[in-house]
């Protein structure tokens, strides 16, 4: 058994020996047909790079879901059927709505939005609202400003009407009169279906609408759409006369506006940053240029293939090309560190390159793996978006260990390269002296730096367990944005902006007609109004029992007393034909046109992913419980899909946590070919990511759906150092069986490769402090503080468990390997 052990890991350091010559091989090849591989990479270029222009983005929620989600297919019906449910809220502030002045105000926002906004569908206000009245027989249903003021006396006695109307209360105006609504409706469509098609009935089947039949309004056309609101608020807006417009498509136009121009901005500054960095560093025009031109085409091509593959580049997208940049970077930055290291000894450029890429080759290609399957762990999310996520990070990081391996030495072949002169040669520099101080002192010091770091990790443990989750529209911009401060607004003093759709099956045909299914939502509507949980509250039900409501009133002399829905099925029907022949569609916003199904919009403030869902639990026990199982009853629209996103992706983060960790550390003991100190190894990468947890439950940063993809990014990026220093300092035991001597020189070679990687993956993370979406700034900072904090586990934690190891284990294992001979290993052969 011991001849056995013995042989597998002479064969394992032989494999890994026999690789690393292969690589060196290579650089040799490289070097030699430097002007072929630059060619063929051209060629490559001028193929794939066109491919970009056909980049789609896409801002809206659902994004996040596969085409073939049930949520999806539920709110497409939904919309298919019954319009748009993420209306634009516009919020007009007055000392008092109902003057004179105030209304013609409003009269003349009102035309200017219906005249001058694209692809409207209809302008909701008190100028156009519903009055349902009766005159005799008749049904007369006209607008409640239809007889324009002249007198204040006039317009006193419309604002007691209006105050007393329970359908224009906390919808149109606020209670106390000083604050009006505008909804804004879009179509729903790029070109409307025909109307026998926009009327074919609400699809309850599992597929739903046929998805070819038609083109939703693009992200870009709701960014137009905004624009003119925004041009005509400006002309309205003023002291006396504040106009706050917001709601879910200014979020969206927003979030639109922030992939472009931050994909741009922070790539960019990134690359800005990273280029003075490396010349500060390394004082060489070389290594500043050529990593950034290779980083910059791996991001290119990345891009330029997610395009050609139809991948749409969602709100998480906008961070990959400063990662993939820094990634590519990163690469060069060990493979010239040693090459450069080489030529200042004296080395020719070809011997150089061969024994750069002899010495980091492998441990390169081990870090591409590594940090791609980190990455691929985003494949096993239900969210469209994340799988994209998955799907584009990995592909760019190979792209970039393909060109850092192959483009790169051809690069550096054909760059004029000179050595630095002796005085600078020799230069002991301040982070030199940092790891080489940090990894003799764990070296002398194992259990010390073991037992601080094990602290460290505890109260990192118990910071993590304060974390809190948020998934709040609230959270994403500063408190005094335009936009937040609209919707704050609008939350305040109207029904709000967090709409929650409910559709009702009635199971038949005119199903809706009948008053025992009427008096069912009349009950639901009546529970929604009084239903109320930790402060949560439905401040507006908007459905059919209205419109009933109205009708039988408007029939019985305008009297107060017939505000409620007839008992008879025959007499509703009737009722409903009247209100369809006085030339009004209002119908076709809330029921299908077989009156199986019937809508109901529950307005409230936005709330918090993470407490909705309590309140949508309760919420819909309380209306299964009326329905009794008589009816069924699905919750769909945006503020459902937002959190149906958030819970989806707090579980989907843990899963990918995992199944991260599954994948990266058999690649870690692969790498270093024994599954103990490959599985300790683990400890310096795990360390910074606990510690991180803890930084941010004792500061009261929560995990959003941003920093939600921190730990599986940042396993996959530290992880990188680690392989590095372990690989090398392997190299350097064989040679002298000492761990502080193995160290020392594996943190003069690599440890300083590690150090700049470290600064420039820190850099690209940290420019997102920038960002205007606060959860960008949190994830940068965090995800750059604990690239930072790994830096300390590679130089302090890993040369200290090395030591230990080395105590217990590295002297009966990789000691034995490097003093067998060659007779030993022959006669174990024989």
């Known amino acids: 058994m011991k001849n056995q052990k013995l042989l597998a890991a002479v064969h394992s350091g032989h494999l890994r020996e026999n690789i690393e010559k292969a690589f060196g091989n290579w650089g040799h090849i490289a070097y030699r047909h430097a002007w072929k591989i630059i060619l063929i990479a051209i060629v490559c270029l001028v193929v794939t790079l066109p491919q970009l222009q056909h980049l789609k983005i896409d801002a809206t929620m659902e994004a996040f879901f596969h085409e073939d989600d049930p949520a ?48 409207l569908y209809q302008v909701e206000s008190l100028i156009n609202a519903r009055q349902t009245l009766g005159k005799g027989d008749e049904l007369l249903v006209g607008e409640f400003l239809e007889n324009w003021p002249q007198t204040q006396k006039e317009v006193a006695k419309l604002k007691q009407q209006a105050l007393s109307n329970p359908v224009y209360v906390n919808h149109l ?65 003023s002291p006396g006369f504040r106009v706050y417009p917001g709601g879910g498509p200014y979020m969206t136009a927003w979030f639109l506006d922030s992939i472009r121009n931050g994909m741009s901005k922070f790539t960019l500054i990134a690359v800005a940053c990273i280029a003075v960095f490396l010349y500060l560093i390394f004082r060489r025009i070389t290594m500043m240029f050529l990593p950034l031109l290779v980083a910059i085409l791996s991001m290119l091509y990345a891009v330029a293939v997610t395009a050609f593959l139809g991948i749409t580049v969602s709100f998480s997208m906008q961070i990959v090309p400063s990662f993939l940049i820094a990634v590519g970077v990163g690469n060069s930055v060990h493979l010239f560190t040693i090459f450069y290291q080489a030529i200042d000894r004296g080395d020719s450029k070809e011997d150089a390159l061969a024994y750069a890429l002899r010495h980091s080759g492998l441990a390169i290609l081990m870090t591409g793996l590594t940090t791609a399957g980190g990455l691929m762990s985003f494949l096993s999310s239900n969210m469209k978006s994340v799988v994209e996520f998955g799907l584009m990070t ?114 038949k045909k005119d199903g809706v007609k009948d008053p025992e299914f009427l008096n069912k939502l009349n009950e639901i509507s009546v529970f929604a109004n009084n239903f109320s949980l930790n402060g949560y509250s439905f401040k507006k039900v908007i459905s059919i029992i209205d419109i009933n409501k109205e009708i039988h009133q408007a029939l019985h002399e305008n009297d107060p007393q017939y505000y409620r829905i007839p008992q008879d099925k025959t007499l509703i029907a009737q009722e409903l034909l009247l209100f369809e022949n006085s030339g009004v569609d209002d119908l076709e916003l809330i029921v299908d046109s077989e009156f199986r199904t019937a809508r109901m919009t529950l307005n409230a403030p936005i709330v918090d992913g993470v407490v909705y869902g309590p309140i949508l639990e309760a919420l819909m026990t309380g209306v299964e419980k009326i329905l009794d199982g008589r009816y069924t009853v699905k919750t769909t629209g945006i503020m459902d899909l937002s959190f149906k996103v958030f819970n989806e992706l707090y579980v989907s983060m843990s899963n990918t946590y995992m199944l991260a960790l599954l994948i990266i550390t058999p690649l870690m003991v692969l790498l270093i070919g024994n599954v103990k100190i490959g599985l300790i190894s683990m400890i310096p990468n795990l360390a910074p990511i606990i510690l991180t947890l803890g930084m941010m439950g004792a500061f009261g940063l929560f995990l959003s759906a941003a920093t939600l993809l921190t730990g599986s990014i940042a396993l996959g990026l530290v992880v990188d150092d680690t392989i590095h220093f372990m690989h090398n300092f392997q190299r350097y035991y064989h040679r002298c069986h000492d761990v502080r001597t193995a160290v020392r020189q594996t943190l003069e070679t690599t440890g300083q490769a590690i150090f700049f990687t470290t600064m420039v993956l820190t850099t690209a993370f940290m420019v997102f402090i920038f960002h205007d979406v606060v959860e960008w700034r949190y994830f940068g900072f965090i995800t750059g503080f604990c690239i930072f904090v790994a830096l300390f586990a590679d130089v302090l934690l890993a040369p200290a468990l090395m030591a230990v190891m080395n105590r217990k284990t590295l002297d009966k294992e990789l000691d034995s390997v490097a003093v067998s001979t060659d007779e030993e290993v022959e006669s174990i052969t024989s």
């Open 72 to 119: 999806r297919l539920l709110y497409n019906d939904f919309r298919y059927q019954f319009g748009r449910d993420d209306k634009t809220f516009i919020a007009i502030e007055t000392d008092d709505v109902f003057t004179l002045e105030s209304l013609n105000k409003l009269r003349e926002l009102h035309r200017a939005l219906e005249e001058e906004i694209p692809m």
């Open 394 to 507: 990995p592909m760019g990081v190979m792209f970039a260990l393909f060109f850092s391996l192959v483009l790169l030495p051809a690069l550096i072949a054909v760059f004029p390269v000179k050595p630095k002169k002796k005085a600078v040669r020799n230069e002991n520099t301040l982070p030199k002296r940092l790891i080489l101080s940090c990894g003799d002192f764990a070296v002398r010091k194992p259990k010390l730096v073991i037992g601080v770091w094990a602290v460290l990790i505890v109260l990192g443990l118990v910071g993590a367990s304060q974390i809190t989750f948020s998934f709040y529209a609230y959270n994403n911009l500063a408190p005094d944005h335009p936009v937040i401060s609209a919707m704050k607004k609008i939350d305040q003093h109207l029904a709000g902006t967090g709409p929650l759709e409910l559709v009702f099956d009635s199971g």
């Open 173 to 237: 105006i606020s209670l106390d009169g000083t604050v009006a609504a505008m909804l804004v409706q879009n179509e729903v469509y790029t070109a409307q279906e025909d109307e026998s098609a926009a009327l074919s009935g609400f699809d309850d089947s599992e597929t739903g609408v046929d998805p070819e039949s038609y083109q939703f309004l693009s992200a870009d056309q709701n960014t137009e759409i905004m624009e003119a609101i925004d041009r005509i608020v400006a002309r309205f807006d």
